[in-house]
T-cell receptor, first 111, second 116 residues
Framework: GDSVTQMEGPVTLSEEAFLTINCTYTATGYPSLFWYVQYPGEGLQLLLK?????DKGSNKGFEATYRKETTSFHLEKGSVQVSDSAVYFC??????????FGSGTQLTVLP | KAGVTQTPRYLIKTRGQQVTLSCSPISGHRSVSWYQQTPGQGLQFLFE???????NKGNFPGRFSGRQFSNSRSEMNVSTLELGDSALYLC???????????????FGSGTRLTVV
């Protein structure tokens, strides 16, 4: 079945550092891929998405490229801010017709 | 426009009781999905409703059930609560199950259920 493997956390960075959170997936066909972010005490917010191979999703300085050859959708940001501290979830929507999530990566950005 | 509204935000129940959670989707959204979030199991899909019909169901026991009304509002019910049902229950709405890829899902803030 569908599955998402996400970089283990927690990740602690200094402000303005470069961020990469790795995400790989297993799915049949051509799933859509998503990154969601969860701030403390809140639900999930869609950060970005990509629906086909080589698509690049981007939002608020975050980017991720749908790489079918490596079945990956790594999240990157060139310069993180304290306000980016949150839990990040990689997810896919594939043949199962539901969102399948990774385990989440806790990011803490220190001033 | 208003987001996805889940009520109540917090709930404490006793083992063996039943509970009903409510979700009002974004206006115009006709699909509602439910997820359970726990520290041990992460985010797990419960079920999805569209046009008052259950379209998809995850691997949860029959104690977990749901329904959707004609105005797209959805409820989920858990009967005979167990300690392991303590979790954050999240509802997500979308325009429709086949349009979620294009427009994504919008999540509510969740209902925190504690079973004691």
């Amino acid at each position: 079945g569908d599955s998402v493997t996400q970089m283990e956390g927690p990740v602690t960075l200094s402000e303005e550092a470069f961020l990469t959170i790795n995400c790989t997936y297993t799915a049949t066909g051509y799933p859509s891929l998503f990154w969601y972010v969860q701030y403390p005490g809140e639900g999930l917010q869609l950060l970005l998405k990509a629906t086909k191979a080589d698509d690049k999703g981007s939002n608020k300085g975050f980017e991720a490229t749908y790489r079918k050859e490596t079945t990956s959708f790594h999240l990157e940001k060139g310069s993180v801010q304290v306000s980016d501290s949150a839990v990040y979830f990689c997810a896919l929507k594939g043949s199962a017709r539901q969102l399948t999530f990774g385990s989440g990566t806790q990011l803490t950005v220190l001033p | 426009k208003a987001g996805v509204t889940q009520t109540p935000r917090y709930l404490i129940k006793t083992r063996g009781q039943q509970v009903t959670l409510s979700c009002s989707p974004i206006s115009g959204h006709r699909s509602v999905s439910w997820y359970q979030q726990t520290p041990g199991q992460g985010l797990q899909f419960l079920f999805e409703y569209f046009s008052e019909t259950q379209r998809n169901k995850g691997n949860f026991p029959g104690r977990f059930s749901g329904r959707q009304f004609s105005n797209s509002r959805s409820e989920m019910n858990v009967s005979t609560l167990e300690l392991g049902d303590s979790a954050l229950y999240l509802c997500a709405s979308s325009l429709g199950p086949d349009r979620a890829e294009l427009y994504g899902y919008t999540f509510g803030s969740g209902t925190r259920l504690t079973v004691v």
